[in-house]
């Protein structure tokens, strides 16, 4: 295991300073709290060593960069970024970079945390880890957000690398901002290492080294685990509703795909607004989503009717996917939630009050590190693909993806019924004996 700093590069090494969140970093009150506290509840369930709750409890090494970037007009302008590397017990560090006004060291910490347990549980050799830029990049020119990219993974240095920590895609950046990061990341190479430099992140434009299935597989992750919960529930998918918070890169992909399955969309909201569905044929996920990538939202789409947030979480449908941000489901919006399940698309949507408030009520949960890792499984694929010289096909890449997922869901399942849990802790502690059980055979250095 890697515990403390990483191997720095000279520019890396100017840039990094551990720990210290700039002065401006806003509040993202205790959500590396919660990840802990959903860490020892799932350890008490499953009994684990001591020791390994112990080296959970904190991340192995955080990188905190200030840079500079010159935008349009001339003007230098200084942003803050971060890179925390939870545990790399199981391989290299790996999750994605987000660019967010509320990107904070404590959020990004709990996201990263969150991979190393979303990695254990589907068992991928790869170790937890994320990124992320505190920046609105609706307020940047589409320059400015190349320069801002290309400057962070040169601030970032050697603290990422293909075998080391493997950015992806997250909130507010895509496939186009990876294929920058490759390019920035290579540039930095001595011209015989660059072949390598690929490797570095996953969820690349196809024409650059992406996988095909990389842009859908967390929606279409989520969407193969409601089938297998339509099916221990004796329904078929075809026969379900849903609703869908989040229209991005999750939120669209899942709805488009189970609209593909013949269920129907009932409602749909995001930064711009919601919208419901006025016939029981419900709205058309595909024109949806055209609709948001052209106008930036839901809010405005023709044969639909406008709701407030509030009338949003009361619609009744079988299914509810939260694919936006963390803390959605509060224990207030899941008192108003008409559904049988939460699907996770986003991570950490659900605050504990939102879990108590969903048991009581006797809705499932699928919770995010099971139903949101199909991202970064097929990232996986990608990478071997990467490094193999390899090029899979779709109907190859949807198996492999769809089997990794059903071995998941029956360990969760089985956790499940054998300690009489609830699918979240279930999860994690499917996740912390994996992890147990490689420090138990490895040791801890010296
Ligand atoms: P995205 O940037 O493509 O889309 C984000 C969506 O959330 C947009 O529709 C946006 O309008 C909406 N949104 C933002 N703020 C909102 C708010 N306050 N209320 C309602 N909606 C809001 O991002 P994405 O990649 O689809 O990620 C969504 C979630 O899924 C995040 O939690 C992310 O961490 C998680 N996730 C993403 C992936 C991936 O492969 N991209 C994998 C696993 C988990």
Same mark, same amino acid.
């Given at each position: 295991m890697t515990n403390g700093t990483a191997t720095l590069n000279p520019s890396a090494s100017s840039a990094r300073s551990c720990c210290t969140p700039p002065a401006s970093a806003p509040a993202h009150p205790k959500l590396f709290e919660r990840v802990r506290e959903q860490m020892d509840l799932a350890a008490d369930a499953a009994g684990l060593a001591p020791e390994v709750r112990k080296i959970l409890a904190a991340p192995a090494c955080e990188v905190a960069v200030n840079f500079p970037v010159k935008m349009d007009d001339g003007r230098v302008e200084m942003f803050s970024g971060y890179r925390v590397q939870h545990n790399n017990v199981l391989g290299p560090f790996k999750g994605g970079i987000r660019y967010h006004p509320d990107v904070s060291l404590d959020e990004v910490r709990a996201l990263a945390a969150w991979m190393t347990i979303k990695c254990a549980l589907v068992d991928i050799p790869f170790g937890g880890g994320k990124g992320g830029v505190q %920046?609105?990049?609706?307020?940047?020119s589409r320059r400015e957000v190349e320069r801002m990219t290309r400057r962070f993974v040169y601030a970032l240095g050697a603290n990422i690398?293909?075998?080391?920590d493997v950015p992806a895609p997250d909130v507010n950046t895509d496939a186009r901002t990876m294929a920058w990061i490759v390019d920035t990341y290579a540039a930095t190479m001595p011209p015989q290492e660059?072949?390598?430099?690929?490797? %570095? %992140? !996953? @969820?690349?434009p196809v024409s650059a080294? *992406?996988?095909?299935?990389r842009e859908k597989a967390t929606g279409q992750g989520v969407v193969d685990l409601i089938e297998m919960w339509a099916a221990d529930h004796k329904c078929k998918v075809s026969d379900l509703t849903y609703t869908v918070q989040g229209f991005g890169k999750v939120g669209s992909w899942a709805a488009r795909i189970l609209k593909d399955k013949g269920a129907k969309l009932m409602a749909a909201q995001d930064v711009t607004g919601a919208v419901k569905a006025t016939?029981? =044929? @419900?709205?058309?996920a595909d024109a949806l989503a055209e609709h948001a990538k052209k106008t930036g939202g839901? =809010?405005?789409?023709?044969a639909a009717q406008a709701i407030t947030l509030d009338q949003f979480f009361g619609v009744q449908a079988d299914v509810f996917i939260? =694919? =936006?941000?963390?803390?959605?489901? !509060?224990g207030q919006s899941a008192r108003k939630l008409n559904v049988r399940l939460v699907a996770e698309g986003?991570? *950490?949507?659900? !605050?504990p009050e939102g879990d108590a408030v969903l048991r009581e009520r006797g809705i499932d949960v699928l919770p995010d590190v099971l139903c949101n890792a199909g991202g970064v499984i097929v990232s996986y694929f990608e990478w071997l693909q990467n490094r193999g010289g390899a090029a899979w096909n779709a109907t190859e890449v949807d198996q492999r993806l769809r089997e990794i997922l059903e071995r998941a869901y029956a360990r969760v399942k089985g956790m499940v019924a054998e300690k009489s849990l609830d699918w979240r802790t279930a999860a994690y502690a499917v996740a912390l004996r994996r992890i147990e059980q490689v420090y138990a055979e490895r040791g801890i250095f010296p």
């Open positions: %920046v609105d990049p609706a307020t940047l690398g293909p075998g080391y660059r072949y390598r430099a690929l490797a %570095v %992140v !996953t @969820g690349k080294g *992406g996988s095909v299935g016939t029981p =044929a @419900g709205l058309d839901v =809010a405005g789409f023709p939260p =694919a =936006a941000l963390e803390n959605q489901v !509060t986003a991570n *950490g949507p659900t !605050t």
